[in-house]
């Protein structure tokens, strides 16, 4: 039943999951986003966390609050968004993936291609 | 008092009035005290998690805050003394238990009916659309409702009453899971707002975790924690220990230490995470964990922890 991860906030990871909604144009740039309530109520967490979640990501000009209509995505939002979560990840995670390559001394064309071919394997 | 209990940081809203002061709150049963001198504030907005195991005082406070018991100290609901002010509060102040019975022989239109006579802020409209979309029928009697029906329809007469504090005590003991999730989804889609504010008291605490923003945990009569939700992370480490570093983490003094097949736990307070770090897997207690490292502590460790 356990929908997060013990290792980061939870606000952490609800910024997470509507930075991937984004992403995907699951919601396009200038649409409206879930209510505070209505994720609250999906995901059984306090209001105020998904507020947090929400304020975090106006704060860096991916959401907008529109007074008494609620949240959207900001025009421009998904480039944006797109830079900042390659630059977080090669910053935060990549270094521990290269070096976990690394220790197993595993090849990186290796696993692309094999990949790939899996991929086409299933399709 | 035990000053291992932080006290409440409204940073969000500095100049609010609580909703629920106490302080110095005490309970006899005769000669037995059963309630310690409890000092704490609820604000506005908050869902407060009140978690104890039975008999540690959980139900002694919530029936002194609505005015059920009378007790020691001070005590306010909205400004108000519960015991001396119950009808008045009862307005603005609902309140479901597992105990607490609906009138078995009415109808569910019939008590509606008598809500709407005699309380003042009984929306009836609202309690009937609480209803639509579930098998609570306006006809049926309430002794042939099966209990998570009661428990649909106790939420829909109390969400009906535009109250500003609601209090749950083990609300949904004997539901089922089903039942369980879709009391809580109504809760949070309909009930909370920044004006409102939760109590609830529950031993299921892993379902409701993350709903809530502050938590107390109650043991023989003590408030023995009390803090926001998100401050738990920043006092509180669990640390699954990687063998070999057993003994270097045990110097670190943890609160609490279990071996669950082969894997040694520990939880600390107040150590600093970059010190566990290299030890093995570090996390954040969960609520359940937590409440079992806090009660198997012994009260002489939790007065000379900070």
């Known amino acids: ?123 | 008092m035990s000053n291992a209990i932080s006290p409440v940081t409204t940073t969000q809203t500095p100049a609010v009035d609580p909703i629920v002061h106490a302080r110095g709150l005490r309970k006899h049963f005769g000669k037995n005290e059963v309630l310690h001198g409890l000092d704490f504030d609820i604000p506005p907005g908050r869902i407060y998690g009140l978690i104890g195991h039975n008999g540690a005082g959980k139900t002694t406070t919530l029936n002194a805050l609505l005015g059920l018991t009378s007790a020691e100290g001070t005590i306010r609901v909205l400004g108000k003394d519960p015991f001396a002010h119950r009808a008045e509060l009862m307005q603005n102040v609902a309140f479901i238990s597992d105990v607490a019975s609906l009138p078995r022989f009415l109808r569910v239109r019939e008590l509606f009916a008598l809500l709407t006579n005699i309380h003042p802020n009984f929306d009836q409209a609202k309690a009937r659309s609480f209803l639509e979309g579930t098998d609570v029928k306006m006809e049926a009697r309430i002794k042939q409702l099966s209990k998570g029906m009661i428990a649909q329809l106790h939420l829909a007469v109390v969400m009906a009453i535009d109250a500003k504090l609601l209090v749950l005590d083990e609300p949904t003991l004997g539901l089922d899971i089903t039942y369980r999730k879709r009391f809580y989804r109504r809760l949070l889609e309909d009930y909370m707002t920044e004006e409102r504010t939760l109590l609830i008291t529950t031993h299921q605490v892993d379902e409701i975790e993350f709903m809530l923003s502050d938590i107390m945990f109650i043991r023989d009569g003590e408030l023995v924690l009390h803090m926001q939700m998100e401050t738990v992370s920043g006092k509180y480490a669990q640390l699954i220990v990687n063998p070999d570093h057993a003994a270097e983490a045990r110097a670190f003094g943890p609160i609490y230490e279990e071996t669950r097949f082969g894997q040694t736990a520990m939880v600390f307070e107040n150590v600093d995470r970059d010190k566990l770090e290299p030890l093995g897997q570090l996390s954040t207690p969960t609520l359940s964990d937590l409440f079992v490292a806090l009660m198997q502590r012994t009260p002489a460790n939790a007065g000379a922890a900070t």
Do not use: C, H
């Open chain 1, 1 to 123: 039943m356990n929908q997060w991860n013990e290792t980061q906030p939870i606000f952490i990871q609800i910024r997470q999951r509507i930075a991937q909604m984004i992403l995907r144009q699951d919601v396009k740039e200038g649409e409206a986003l879930p209510s505070v309530r209505q994720i609250s109520a999906d995901l059984s967490v306090n209001p105020l966390t998904v507020t947090k979640a929400y304020q975090s990501l106006v704060d860096t000009g991916i959401v907008e609050t529109r007074r008494g209509l609620g949240m959207f995505v900001q025009e421009g939002a998904r480039p944006r968004l797109l830079a900042q979560e390659r630059e977080k990840f090669l910053t935060e995670e990549w270094p521990r993936i290269k070096a976990q390559i690394k220790a197993l001394e595993l090849n990186i064309e290796d696993l692309l291609r094999q990949d790939d071919t899996q991929a086409g394997a299933k399709a």
